[in-house]
């Protein structure tokens, strides 16, 4: 089993910066090839933000590209979002998401953290 705890969510100002960790513990992680972030706004599908493999390999969603960077520290299993120029419509609850590939999410979800962008 595989656990993801997500830490740094809160309130920002338009324009504004946060960076979201999520910390992975448990004896399944070696099987844990990709790790990434998805969020959920009220009334939407959950939708996919960024995923990196521990290839170093991303993917983000068109929507947040040239705004937000995903990196990983493979020694702490430890997987970071740095949000910039942050967006009302990047308010959401953010979940942090372990499995084996980029493109999909995998099996394991973290608990989940708000963000919300507001003036």
């Known amino acids: 089993q595989v656990q993801l705890v997500e830490s740094g969510g809160g309130l920002v100002q338009p324009g504004g910066s946060l960076r979201l960790s999520c910390a992975a513990s448990g004896g399944g992680f070696n099987s844990i090839n990709a790790m990434g972030w998805y969020r959920q706004a009220p009334g939407k599908q959950r939708e996919l933000v960024a995923v990196?493999?521990?290839?170093?390999?991303?993917n983000y969603a068109e929507s947040v590209m040239g705004r937000f960077t995903i990196s990983r520290d493979n020694a702490k299993n430890t997987v970071y979002l740095q949000m910039n120029s942050l967006k009302p419509e990047d308010t959401a609850v953010y979940y942090c998401?372990?499995?084996?590939?980029?493109?999909?999410?995998?099996?394991?979800w973290g608990q989940g953290t708000q963000v919300t962008v507001s003036s």
């Open positions: 998401n372990a499995g084996s590939w980029i493109h999909t999410p995998g099996n394991y």
């Open positions: 990196i493999a521990r290839s170093g390999t991303r």
